[in-house]
């Protein structure tokens, strides 16, 4: 364990970016993996291998891409203190980051399921929500991680508490998914009740 940690280390340093994306691509993976076995209960003959696959997509080709990018942004600005740097990079990462990317995850969940016109409305019924829990679990994660944990192991930290956060995010899109097809399925039900009562008067 302790040589996989230090080559893990030493690729981290090395390849930051690589490592950041497949990181994040097992991570997600991963969450989904627990969400739907864990929480949801489906069992292996009833698992979503698609959804899963979306998910580990979107952390390797976008999270991972994007949070390293950002970090590497953060580490860069100098403050006056300490204290100032974490108080500012944690305002910064939960105050301007983070509204952005919940929107950014349910809107690119949408597009990746082919759904991309469910978008708005699975962003507005799931944003605030998801905002409000981000900052109950991410705030005190990030307090920590800015302050006692070196630059280049920042994403790592972020990514391993997100596991939790990733099955959360999971089940919470796919309960939006199916309210919509809820909604949807309701839609087409009035659809056809008011077809066959205008046949009926035509009749």
């Known amino acids: 364990m302790a040589a996989f ?22 991570l997600f993976g991963t969450g989904d993996v627990v969400a739907q076995q ?7 003959g009833g698992h979503d291998f698609a959804r899963t696959a979306r998910l580990t997509v979107y952390g390797g080709a976008f999270f ?5 990018t950002w970090y590497s942004f953060l580490n860069g600005i100098k403050f ?24 950014f995850f349910f809107g690119c969940m949408s597009v990746l399921e082919g759904r991309a016109d469910e978008a708005p409305e699975r962003i507005k019924n799931a944003y605030v929500p998801t905002l409000l829990r981000n900052w109950g679990v991410f705030i005190p994660t990030q307090i920590i991680n800015f302050s006692i944990v ?20 999971s ?10 097809e809820e909604l949807a399925d309701k839609e087409t039900e009035k659809e056809r009740e008011q077809e066959g009562k205008e046949t009926l008067v035509h009749v």
């Not at 230090?6 to 691509?25: D, F, G, K, S, V």
């Not at 864990?38 to 292996?44: D, I, L, P, S, T």
């Not at 070196?150 to 099955?167: A, D, E, I, K």
């Not at 089940?171 to 919509?180: G, K, W």
């Open 150 to 169: 070196p630059h280049h192991m920042r994403v790592v930290v972020v990514s391993v508490v997100g596991l939790f956060w990733n099955t959360y995010l």
């Open 64 to 68: 991972g891409p994007a949070m390293t």
């Open 80 to 103: 006056a203190s300490p204290r100032k740097a974490i108080v500012y990079r944690v305002w910064l990462d939960q105050a301007v980051l983070t509204p952005a990317a919940v929107v």
């Open 5 to 26: 940690l230090r080559a893990y280390n030493t690729c981290l340093l090395r390849r930051p970016l690589l490592t950041n994306c497949i990181t994040a691509a097992v």
């Open 38 to 44: 864990a929480v949801e209960g489906r069992g292996w």
């Open 171 to 180: 089940v919470e899109n796919a309960r939006q998914r199916r309210y919509q």
